[in-house]
Every structure is written in C-alpha cells, then in structure tokens.
C-alpha cells in the first residue's frame, strides 16, 4: 500500500508570516539602535532648546512632528531619547544576566547547601516587587539612571538564575561533562569552556525578552518622574511631559513616545521568543 504524503500549506504559511514578522522586527530594531548611536548628527534641532512662543505647535517644514508644551522639537527628542531608552535596559539585562548566570551555574554545579543558600536568596528577591523596589530606591537617592538600573537589575536576577540553574542541572548529567571530569579538568573549566556555551543562546533569549520588560518598567518610572532628570530626552519622559498637552487637545507629543515604546518592546519580545524556538527545535 502506497502512503501519499500531503503538504500542509497552512502550516508553511505560518511560518512565512512569522519569518516576515521576525525580519521586521530585526529591521526595525536595527533603525532604533542606529538613531540612539547617531542622535546627535541626526537630530534636526537641539532636543532641548526651548521655545514657549511656539509651544504645542502643529507638525510644520520646520518640525515635522510638532513640538511639545515647552516648544522643544518633538523628532529631535524621540531620536535623542531613543539612546537614554535603551541605555537603561541595556544595562538592567547585562547586571541580570551575568548575575544570574554566575548564581545559576553555582547553584546548580554545586548543589547541596550553595544551592539551598543561592535558591532561597534568590526566591526572596523574586517574591519582591521589582517596580516597587526601583521606586524604593529611588526615593532614597533621587532621581537618575543609575539606581533604578541597579534595582530592576536586582529584580531581574532571578527569571535568568532560575533559568541558568535548570539548563546546568541538565547539562551536568551529559556524558561529556564525567569524561572531562575523568581527564582531570576542574569544574571552573567545565563550566566556563562546555556548559556555558551549551546555555548561552537560552539564556540570550531570555535576556532579549527581559531588555523588553526593562524598557517598560524604566519607562514607567520616567513618566511617574522618579527616573531620568527633567531636561533627559527619554521616551518616558516624554510621555509625562505630554500629559499636560493631551488635556489642552494635543496629544501628539504623547502618543508618539508611547508608539516607540510599544513597538520597541513588541520587537524585542518578537526577536527573543523566534530566538528561543529556534534553540528548542536544535535541541529536539
């Protein structure tokens, strides 16, 4: 008996949606990093130059997106403030993640009492509200990047050791791991050379998904004023500073930083979760 095998274009469709969907998101995240790295040749106007005569003024030649209350170019600001948007992030995922890693390989190389130790401290910190403990923190020390950084970083840390932990575990119970281990390599060398490499496009994954979740909470402190100072071109501080324009009718000083900030964040997820599929399938 002859079995005929039938394609399934529905399944090949989908799939050509998500490759187009990925590739633009990869593009698009490529345009906001290069306009973070040139903001300063790409702005058309100083980000910061205020203009009260010309306040909440419509798009025109001169300012293509308008400007705001304070009559600062709205362009000049999103382009600037793209930079300060991902520096934030950026630097909660690199603190999470090489934290987390260095806690998740430890607890799960390890085991037993470091494990225990790691794992209750880190569960203690994920219970913990990280939002909430960014505010803490920067009502103690002001307003600025540095400590919310460092709080969400600290609020971070568990999604990736957690992770860590678990891919360590099972990467410990492979047989190349005993072999190395009889030809006399230490388990620095181990993890540093084998495992490491074995976990890192998880972990990247995980990562690219969290530099998301980062722009929004970063964002949110900015527009509660308890992030970047009042002259910073941020992304959510534009929005805070739009609220006022919404209420006299001209909103689009507000939207704008909220489309940048919804479709950056919807990119990453896009790129990180087409990122781990991608390990899934490898390590059927």
């Given amino acids: 008996m002859t079995i ?4 399934r274009p529905g399944l090949a469709r989908i799939r050509t949606r998500g490759s187009w969907l990925y590739l633009l998101c ?67 995922v690199l603190f999470s993640t090489v934290a987390g890693v260095v806690v998740g390989i430890a607890a799960g190389w390890r ?22 403990l960014a505010i803490l923190i920067v009502s103690i020390y ?23 932990r678990s891919l360590v575990l099972a990467e410990r119970e492979r047989p190349f791991v005993e072999a190395y281990q009889v030809q006399g390599h230490s388990g620095l060398q181990i993890c540093l050379r084998h495992v490491l490499p074995n976990i890192a496009p998880v972990v990247l994954a995980q990562s690219t998904i969290n530099f998301g979740y980062a722009l929004i909470d970063l964002a949110g402190l900015s527009f509660l004023g308890l992030g970047v100072p009042a002259l910073t071109p941020d992304w959510g501080r ?3 500073d739009g609220e006022s324009a ?34 899934a399938r490898r390590d059927r």
């Fill in 26 to 92: 990869l593009g698009f995240l490529a345009v906001v990093v290069l306009l973070a790295l040139l903001a300063p040749w790409l702005s058309p106007h100083d980000p910061n130059a205020v203009d009260l005569g010309n306040a909440l003024a419509g798009p025109s030649a001169a300012h293509p997106l308008g400007v705001d209350g304070s009559g600062r170019d709205t362009a000049s600001r999103l382009i600037t403030g793209a930079r300060t948007s991902l520096l934030g992030p950026l630097g909660v």
């Fill in 142 to 164: 002001g307003e600025g990047l540095i400590a919310p950084v460092i709080a969400l970083g600290m609020a971070y840390l568990p999604y990736v050791s957690r992770l860590t």
């Fill in 4 to 7: 005929a095998l039938v394609r």
């Fill in 246 to 279: 919404i209420q006299a009718g001209y909103p689009l000083c507000a939207i704008l930083p909220c489309a940048a900030i919804v479709l950056t964040v919807v990119a990453f997820n896009v790129v990180g979760e087409r990122w781990a599929d991608r390990v």
């Fill in 111 to 132: 085991g037993g009492w470091l494990d225990s130790l790691l794992s209750r401290t880190t569960e203690l910190v994920f219970a913990f509200p990280g939002l909430l």
């Fill in 238 to 240: 534009m929005v805070f």
